[in-house]
């Protein structure tokens, strides 16, 4: 057995059996020793930035971790900002990180990078494995620091010849701890505290944020008049119709201000004291007054939910009749605004699906308005580096493949990680990306907001076309006579993990359907993306392979790939190699 094959062995041990992986020729004895032993499920991403995001959506949904596999530092580097967001999140992660040989290291080839202190500002545990032998028993080791709660990213670097050399040892995997129980005059100090009817603001956190954790939280505030709050990003919220719904500090600094004003404790369970996103001249860096005082209940590490229930029973607090749902809105019509898309995705989202958000500015309202929807999971950016929510949601859907995933995509942040939407395509994943297309560069602040037009009519539909055909511009008129409908891609003719389309592979099975379809079945998985757009989508033509948006002639402003283009208008026209498709219609 060589170290490849002990580390592969060690991952399985532990249950680790998903792996997302842009590996080089540093790590091709792991991916040799991947097809040699089976069980371990290797998803492809194009970019690193779309691994360490996956593997941060596996994480949020599965509850433990998986695995990267990146291409020595400069692989690493290409991910370290979701890296920078999955840290925040405080979700377990075992990065594997090529390296050269031990013995061409000091010969300073062009990959050669200070690998380790790179690592270091996003893991929790740096290790480099210097022989075979100790290729398993490291790789127990990260793996027993990444599950050690709260959950944590743990990178191990691995030089070459350690995985190619033989003398390989399965390490033995290591049960970590549990979440620490709070001590009781703990929960009794913060009761006595909540009985004084002094204004208290409770911030939960974490695990706190789950259903049944919510319910104990409103028991609590029933009981004493306490106010529940959630930061402004979370790692994963229960909400929806028939769970507790919880307010998060809002960005701007003047109405986060505004939201604690008279608040005189503040006591944290599973969160941090609250901070202003950035600086900004002659406004506070915290949103609260600083005679507030804190109290912290429990930690990210701990055992919030018990925390929670033991709080409301010190309180004696009764158990509620249930949340006061608010109903369920009709799709909107008329002009594409934020209150109206977060309706039509209250309307249309099907029970149990998980909603990851990158709206960034557009999506203001998406949260408050979609309590109305029916029961869901909220996962969003949690460091603010954007470029997290296509990857999020490929590694959230292959965590949970029986739910659907609906992802609300800025168009800017998007363009980070476009390539996930390949990922996605390729794995059969039943993702639907709504994706807000600007049309400017718009920059906040407390006292302005400027826009900037783009350098060329570069169009993100077109660009995600190539990679996803399965697109539809919604213009505002066509939102006046109907409510919002996605465009389907429908891939029941192909078999999951492979790719979309190839020579002489054609699977063109189109609908239109609205959000709320049937879910997938494991026959007949979906990947989608709809662009609510100001500007007005292909008309009948499409089918003959016309098109009045753009020219079949090529010009300037056509994008070509292979054989297949992106038309002025926004259309695609695909090749027959790789994942484009090889009919020669119009995709729009």
Same mark, same amino acid.
């Given at each position: ?203 939960? $956190?974490?695990? /706190?944020?789950?259903? +049944?954790?919510?319910? #104990?939280?409103? %028991?609590? !505030?029933? &009981?004493? =008049? @306490? ?86 029973? $010190?309180?004696? /607090?009764?158990?509620? +009749?249930?949340?006061? #749902?608010?109903? %369920?809105? !009709?799709? &909107?019509? =008329? @002009? ?100 807000? %297309? ?151």
């Amino acid at each position: 057995m060589n170290g490849a094959e002990s580390l592969v062995t060690t991952l399985l041990a532990a249950g680790i059996d998903v792996c997302f992986a842009n590996p080089g020729t540093s790590e091709m004895h792991f991916v040799a020793a991947l097809d040699r032993i089976r069980g371990v499920r290797c998803v492809l991403g194009l970019f690193e930035g779309v691994v360490t995001g996956a593997a941060d959506g596996y994480a949020r949904v599965a509850g433990r971790p998986a695995a990267t596999l990146l291409h020595c530092g400069p692989g690493l580097a290409n991910g370290l900002a979701n890296l920078h967001n999955a840290r925040r999140a405080n979700v377990p992660m075992v990065n594997i990180v090529g390296d050269q040989a031990s013995y061409h290291r000091p010969l300073d080839a062009p990959l050669t990078a200070d690998t380790e202190g790179w690592a270091r500002g996003v893991s929790g545990w740096v290790r480099t494995t210097r022989t075979a032998a100790e290729v398993g028993s490291d790789a127990a080791e990260a793996i027993f620091a990444a599950c050690t709660p709260p959950g944590a990213i743990a990178t191990l670097i691995l030089p070459s010849d350690v995985c190619w050399s033989d003398g390989g040892v399965p390490g033995a995997p290591r049960a970590a701890p549990p979440p620490a129980r709070i001590a009781a005059p703990a929960i009794e100090d913060i009761a006595r505290l909540l009985r004084r009817n002094e204004p208290v603001v409770i911030l939960l $956190a974490g695990t /706190a944020l789950r259903a +049944a954790a919510l319910a #104990d939280a409103h %028991r609590i !505030a029933a &009981a004493s =008049g @306490a106010r529940l709050l959630a930061p402004l990003s979370n790692r994963r919220i229960e909400r929806g119709q028939g769970r507790y719904p919880i307010e998060r500090i809002v960005y701007s600094v003047d109405h986060a201000v505004a939201q604690l004003q008279g608040t005189r404790h503040l006591v944290l369970i599973g969160a941090t004291p609250p901070v202003t996103f950035f600086a900004y001249p002659g406004k506070p860096g915290r949103p609260y007054s600083p005679e507030v005082e804190i109290h912290s209940l429990a930690g990210p590490g701990d055992d919030l939910p018990a925390a929670l229930a033991d709080l409301a029973d $010190a309180l004696d /607090a009764p158990p509620l +009749a249930g949340p006061s #749902d608010l109903p %369920r809105p !009709a799709p &909107a019509l =008329g @002009a594409i605004t934020p209150e109206a898309v977060a309706q039509t995705l209250a309307a249309l989202l099907p029970e149990n699906a998980i909603v990851v958000d990158e709206s960034v500015s557009f999506g203001w309202a998406f949260y408050p308005r979609m309590q109305a929807a029916p029961p869901h999971d909220w996962l969003q950016l949690t460091g603010g580096a954007i470029g997290d929510g296509l990857p999020m949601a490929t590694g959230a859907a292959i965590a949970a493949p029986g739910r659907r995933f609906v992802t609300l995509q800025a168009d800017g942040s998007a363009m980070y990680t476009l390539q996930a939407l390949w990922t996605q395509a390729r794995e059969a994943l039943d993702v639907t990306t709504v994706l807000r %297309r600007t049309g400017s560069i718009r920059f906040s602040s407390a006292s302005s907001r400027m826009s900037a037009p783009p350098p060329a009519r570069r169009r993100l539909a077109s660009s995600a076309s190539a990679i996803l055909p399965s697109i539809e511009s919604i213009s505002p008129e066509a939102l006046e006579s109907r409510p919002l409908a996605l465009k389907t891609w429908s891939s029941s003719a192909m078999p999951s993990g492979r790719p979309m389309a190839g020579p002489g592979r054609r699977s063109s099975n189109w609908s239109s359907k609205a959000l709320s379809s049937a879910p997938c079945r494991s026959a007949g998985r979906r990947a989608r993306a709809a662009f609510p757009s100001p500007a007005p989508g292909c008309g009948a033509g499409a089918r003959s392979g016309s098109c009045r948006r753009g020219s079949r002639k090529r010009s300037a402003s056509t994008w070509r790939s292979g054989r297949g283009r992106i038309c002025a208008g926004g259309c695609a026209r695909p090749s027959a190699s790789g994942i484009l498709r090889s009919h020669r219609r119009c995709l729009m």
